[in-house]
């Protein structure tokens, strides 16, 4: 098959969580999970709850029990329950109707159980699946076009953003085998219909503002209350208010991206959710030979995938291969399986194999493993943010950012322990698959830095405390020496019966005498309390700076 028709290659359809290999798209969106009560009075009829979390036990097992323990124990799976099923949308792709469906929408609430409940820590991911139902004949009798490897690029890049990358990205024109897809035309009726499926039979999720094809497709999903002990709970409104804000700013000056601006739920700014897709073919990645280029781990088509890239005729550049060169793991290759990494997507690309069940396994374990990557990801850019604020009010609030400080250090020190070294399995390939991962997702580096920042961060913190504490002994130095001097000047005054001190006695007598008003013991008290006030006042001036 030519390069320039792989965009044409059929893929296998169906529910990818059914028996029978399928193709789908996964997209995780990161938040902060900023949660407050939810106090109406009626039971809502669509919510989060916790869900059973399919093959549990092999996929805790695959793991060592510490990496388990952070995935399944320490958070929290959950999915919107209600009268949200499966929603069945109708996308125009150039002449066509091509058929999605969306799975319920799932929340992994990382550390949800940790009491207090820290911020910083509190990254979650909602989970959206979308994927293409068996073809079913028309009204007319005459069977509905089969999804294909272009569809699900224009899929991919239509849903991936949660804000609107460029100005001109809606007029954006697609050219495939089906005819042109303007973005306009397709973003605008993909969104209604979500709105349409999202609002469902019952109460629908709560819409701030304007509509935004963008924005609320994401957004409202957020909307939905989280059953939790006692009652429900929600992303706070304020989060979702300045979430809003900060993505639609209505005064320029809003959108200097500030280190002080309430972000929300927004977790960075990367506007792309992440996309982890999966691609069944007749024959896997050998579909994307062709006379030109015979190892499809460099085809043009594999690039586009991988890159969640626009569909488009032609082949991989030398530069785009230069880049394939590490992102795909080609283990299993011979068999016409490709796996691929980014810091933005993952994807694999397979025949439709039963056992093992490829597309199971990618769509949970290798899924697993990644999905702790990216929660890793996420909390070093939340981390390097607010330790950059701490350090811009550092000459303002030197005090109360020296706790703020020893607060990130001691959160660190706990992601660290917990995310940053698991051993995470004793399986060669999920070794492999992880290490490849961690090294294009660019984990290691960010992580890296932003340990290193707050090492000498707390190497200065330690210098200053040290100088200040050298001070400080100094100061008490100097008032303990002049209360010993003061005590001695007693002792020599009541030493009237010791013949060697009565020179030194009498002289300092004749001295104090020019001051009838005061006795003896009165200048001594007064010459003590004078000199260690004016040590201790000198130390507090000087701990201030």
């Known amino acids: 098959m030519q390069d320039r028709d792989a965009g044409t290659i ?58 388990a323990d952070v995935l399944f124990g320490r958070a929290r799976w959950l999915e919107l329950k209600g009268s949200f099923a499966y929603q069945t949308l109708r996308m125009p792709i150039g002449g066509d109707e091509i058929e ?35 073809p079913a004949k028309n009204g007319e009798g005459k069977p509905s076009s089969p999804p294909t490897l272009d569809d699900l690029l224009l899929i991919n890049e239509l849903f991936r953003y949660w804000r609107q990358p460029f100005d001109k990205h809606p007029a954006k024109e697609c050219t495939t085998a089906r005819g042109v897809t303007c973005f306009t035309k397709a973003m605008a009726n993909v969104a209604a219909a979500a709105r349409a499926a999202l609002d469902g039979a019952g109460r629908r999720g709560e819409r701030l503002g304007k509509d935004d094809d963008y924005f609320d497709r994401w957004d409202w999903l957020l909307s939905y209350p989280i059953k939790d002990e006692g009652g429900y709970m929600r992303i706070a409104s304020t989060a979702r208010e300045a979430a809003r804000r900060w993505t639609h700013p209505e005064d320029p000056s809003a959108a200097l991206n500030a280190l002080s601006d309430d972000t929300g739920w927004i977790a960075y ?29 460099h085809s043009g088509m594999w690039v586009r995938l991988l890159n969640v890239d626009r569909p488009s005729n032609g082949q991989a550049t030398a530069f785009e291969k230069r880049w ?17 990494f980014n810091m933005h997507s993952g994807a694999m690309l397979a025949s439709p194999c039963e056992e093992p069940p490829l597309w199971r396994h990618f769509s949970e374990t290798y899924f697993d493993q990644v999905l702790l990557l990216l929660y890793l990801r ?11 604020r701490i350090s811009a ?40 698959m992880y290490t490849c991962a961690r090294k294009w997702l660019d984990v290691d580096d960010l992580f890296e830095e932003v340990q290193a920042e707050i090492r ?10 040290a100088s200040e504490m050298g001070v400080a002994t100094g100061v008490l130095a100097c008032i303990a ?38 006795t003896p013991a009165w200048w001594l008290i007064v010459l003590a309390f004078g000199g260690s006030t004016a040590l201790a006042l000198a130390l507090w001036r000087r701990l201030r700076k």
């Open 10 to 67: 059929p893929l296998c359809a169906g529910n990818p969580y059914g028996e029978q290999p399928a193709s789908f798209t996964r997209f995780a969106l990161p938040f902060v999970c900023r949660l407050e009560r939810d106090e109406r009075t009626q039971k809502p009829s669509q919510f989060y709850d916790d869900v059973p979390i399919p093959r549990l036990a092999a996929r805790s097992r695959y793991f060592t029990p510490e990496t």
């Open 100 to 134: 999605i469906e969306i799975a319920p929408p799932r929340l992994v609430l990382f550390e949800a159980g940790a009491r207090p409940r820290v911020e910083l820590t509190s990254t979650a991911f909602l989970l959206v699946d979308v994927y293409f139902p068996q």
């Open 269 to 297: 700014t990367d506007e792309r959710a992440f996309v982890w897709t999966c691609v069944i073919t007749k024959s896997g990645s050998e579909d994307l030979k062709d006379a030109l280029e015979g190892d499809p781990s």
């Open 324 to 340: 394939l060169r590490g992102r795909t793991y080609e283990r299993w290759k011979h068999f016409g399986t490709l796996y691929g």
């Open 378 to 388: 996420v909390s070093t850019f939340r981390f390097s943010r607010e330790l950059a």
């Open 393 to 432: 009010d550092l000459p303002f609030h030197q005090k109360r950012d020296f706790r703020e400080f020893r607060k990130i250090r001691r959160v660190f020190a706990m992601l660290t322990n917990l995310y940053r070294f698991p051993l995470l399995s004793s399986q060669q390939q999920g070794i492999e």
């Open 456 to 465: 000498e961060t707390h190497e200065m913190f330690e210098l200053s405390t």
């Open 481 to 518: 020496i002049i209360i010993g001097f003061c005590g001695g000047v007693m002792a020599l005054l009541a030493a009237d019966d010791i013949k060697p001190y009565r020179p030194p006695r009498e002289a300092v007598l004749r001295l104090l005498n020019h001051f009838p008003g005061l």
